[in-house]
């Protein structure tokens, strides 16, 4: 995903496993190298990790901006 991934988007590279296509490889970009899984992105199951990943996208999400320029509150 050359211009990144979109918050809410599922990365292309994974199988339907849920496994990185690009694991151990050099062009896996450094994000996902440097990502560390912790208890909130894995959680006690698959649907709780999807909706506190939902919720943390959520939660960092840029301010959408206003024709002027300026950050609207969220």
Known sequence: MPQG?????????????NRCRLFGRPERPAVCVGLRPSWEM????AD????????????????PQAP???SRHR
């Open 68 to 70: 002027d320029g300026c």
């Open 42 to 45: 894995c959680r006690e199951s």
């Open 48 to 63: 709780a990790a999807y909706a506190g990943l939902r919720e943390l996208e959520r939660l960092t999400r840029p301010a």
């Open 5 to 17: 991934k979109p918050a809410g988007v599922r990365c292309v590279q994974l199988t339907a496993d």
